[in-house]
C-alpha cells in the first residue's frame, strides 16, 4: 500500500487533512473513494492507518486516524549526516533520492572552490529547495521511511568542517589516497567510535567532495580537525556513486542496512 504525507500540523486529536499534491494523488490518480484506507506519515517518525471520510469541493481529503504504527524504518544506531559537494541538477537529486533511501539523517549542500556549480549561483539553489524537497519525500515514500531529512542551507566546507569538531566523528572520503581501500582506516575508526560511545548516540559527519574533488589544501584543514581521511579503492567514482558507496559502507558497520 502507499503511503501518503501528512504534515503534522495536518492532524488533530484523530483527525487528518491532506491538501496539494497528495490530495490529488489521492483523488485524481488513485481515484480513493469515502470509506478506503490510507497508509500515512508524518516526517518525524510517525505512521499512521486512517480512513478517508469526505472529499472536499476543492479536492481537500479529510478523515480519521484508526491506528498508531510503529515505524518500520531500517535504523541506524547514529545519526549520519552528508555533507556533499553541490553537484549538476541531475547527479544531485540521484544523491538526495540515495541518501533517503540509505537512512542518512541531514543533508548539507557543500561550496567548495572546485564545485562546478558556479558559487554565485547560490542565490538560484534556494529557488530549488522546493524541487529539493519533492526529491527526498518521493524516496521516503518509495522505500517506506517515516521521517524526512532536512536538506540544509549551502554551506562553504571550511565553516561546515570546522562545525563539527567535538560534535561527533568526522569522515572524508578522497580521490587522493590512490589505490587505498575503505577498509584499511574506515573500518577501524567506525569500531573504534562504536566502543566508546557507550549507550549513547553518536553523530557522524561524512564529507563528500564536488566532481572537482576536495584540495591539498581542504585536506589538510580535515586532518587538522582530527577528522578521518579515507580511500575508496582504486576505481574513479562520480561524487553521487561516492556519496551513496559511503554512506552505504558506514550503515552497514553500523547495522543500519
Given at each position: ?5 501528512v ?55 479529510g ?32 544523491a ?48 517506506g ?44 575508526a ?40 579515507f580511500?575508496?579503492?582504486?576505481r ?13 559502507l ?8
Open positions: 500500500m502507499p503511503q501518503f504525507f504534515a503534522p500540523e495536518d492532524i488533530q486529536k484523530k483527525a487528518f487533512r491532506l491538501t496539494g499534491p497528495e490530495a490529488f494523488h489521492v483523488t485524481k490518480v488513485l481515484r480513493y473513494a469515502p470509506g478506503q484506507s490510507l497508509a500515512l506519515f508524518d516526517g518525524r517518525g510517525g505512521r499512521f492507518e486512517g480512513v478517508i471520510e469526505r472529499i472536499e469541493a476543492d479536492g481537500t481529503v478523515g480519521r486516524l484508526t491506528a498508531t504504527l510503529q515505524a518500520d524504518d531500517v535504523r541506524s544506531p547514529v545519526k549520519l549526516h552528508l555533507y556533499l559537494g553541490l553537484l549538476k541538477a541531475g547527479h544531485w537529486d540521484y538526495l533520492e540515495k541518501a533517503t533511501e540509505l537512512g542518512v539523517a541531514s543533508i548539507v549542500p557543500l561550496l567548495t572552490p572546485r564545485t562546478v556549480v558556479l558559487l554565485h549561483e547560490v542565490e538560484r539553489t534556494r529557488a530549488k529547495r522546493d524541487r529539493w524537497a519533492r526529491v527526498v519525500m518521493a524516496a521516503a515514500k518509495q522505500c521511511r517515516a521521517e524526512l531529512p532536512p536538506v540544509r542551507e549551502p554551506a562553504q566546507f571550511r565553516d561546515a568542517i570546522r562545525a563539527c569538531k567535538d560534535q561527533g566523528l568526522i569522515l572524508l572520503a578522497w580521490e587522493g589516497m590512490k589505490g587505498a581501500v575503505a577498509a584499511e582506516n574506515l573500518r577501524l567506525l569500531r573504534e567510535a562504536d566502543q566508546k560511545r557507550g549507550a549513547d548516540s553518536l553523530d557522524i559527519h561524512l564529507f563528500i567532495g564536488p566532481e572537482g574533488g576536495f584540495s591539498e589544501e581542504e585536506i589538510e584543514l580535515a586532518e587538522s580537525l582530527e577528522t578521518v581521511v580511500g575508496m579503492g582504486p574513479v567514482m562520480r561524487a553521487d556513486t561516492a556519496a551513496a558507496a559511503a554512506v552505504t558506514v550503515q552497514y558497520e553500523f547495522a543500519g542496512l
